[in-house]
């Protein structure tokens, strides 16, 4: 059964920092791209980041740029989200994703059931 | 990197079709055939139902087909179910290599 397991989440004051990580397993980690997705309250869905299955290719949603880092570890089959700088805007539902696709577009296949970061002071 | 846009609600009664739409640009919907559609349950993780425009992944329903022309794409849903009532997503690649989600809409099964 795959699993996508995220924690790390709690309430931090703005300007702060947090790092979130996903636990996966049931899946072939290492050959996957992952992504982070998030739903901020009464929101819709925002893409935040994905990371390629080898670390090489990262891009950002430009609203994160230079605040966020998107990690992976294969070995420990686990993702990771570096989150400085936070702004109450980035208080949301975070989701850690496989994207299912090898090669260009993603296809989002595998869910977690998120983790709440919560900006306030 | 604006959201695709969709209606924020359709509704429809069980056996009925219903059809959300999903505007973007030439830069993500009507650059690529990287249209995706999910369903989301709340306090659910949201679960993919359309891929590539239009391939089901397996064990998601033929009821649920997807279609695209030229900077839209549009998910319908034929034979409504009460299991069908949710909010539908719909996501696109852009030709900056990102990923844009539509602002969602809640289907409501009367």
């Known amino acids: 059964e795959v699993q996508l397991v995220e924690s790390g989440g709690g309430l931090v004051k703005p300007g702060g920092s947090l790092r979130l990580s996903c636990a996966a397993s049931?899946?072939?980690?290492?050959?996957?791209?992952m992504n982070w997705v998030r739903q901020a309250p009464g929101k819709g869905l925002e893409w935040v980041s994905s990371i390629s299955s080898d670390s090489k290719y990262i891009p950002y949603v430009d609203s994160v740029k230079g605040r966020f880092t998107i990690s992976r570890d294969n070995a420990r089959n686990s993702l990771y989200l570096q989150m400085n700088g936070l702004r109450a805007e980035d208080s949301a539902v975070y989701y850690c994703a496989r994207d299912g696709r090898r090669g260009p577009g993603r296809r989002f296949d595998y869910w977690g059931q998120g983790t709440l970061v919560t900006v306030s002071s | 990197q604006s959201a695709l846009t969709q209606p924020a609600s359709v509704s429809g009664s069980p056996g009925q079709s219903i059809t959300i739409s999903c505007t973007g640009s030439?830069?993500?919907?009507?650059?690529?055939?990287?249209v995706s559609w999910y369903q989301h349950r709340p306090g659910k993780a949201p679960k993919l139902m359309i891929y590539d425009v239009s391939n089901r992944p397996s064990g998601v329903s033929n009821r649920f087909s997807g279609s695209k022309s030229g900077n839209t794409a549009s998910l319908t849903i034929s034979g409504l179910q009460a299991e069908d009532e949710a909010d539908y997503y719909c996501s696109s690649s852009t030709r900056s290599d990102t990923e844009v989600f539509g602002g969602g809409t809640k289907l409501t099964v009367l």
């Open positions: 030439s830069s993500d919907i009507g650059y690529y055939n990287y």
């Open positions: 049931g899946l072939a980690f290492s050959d996957y791209g």
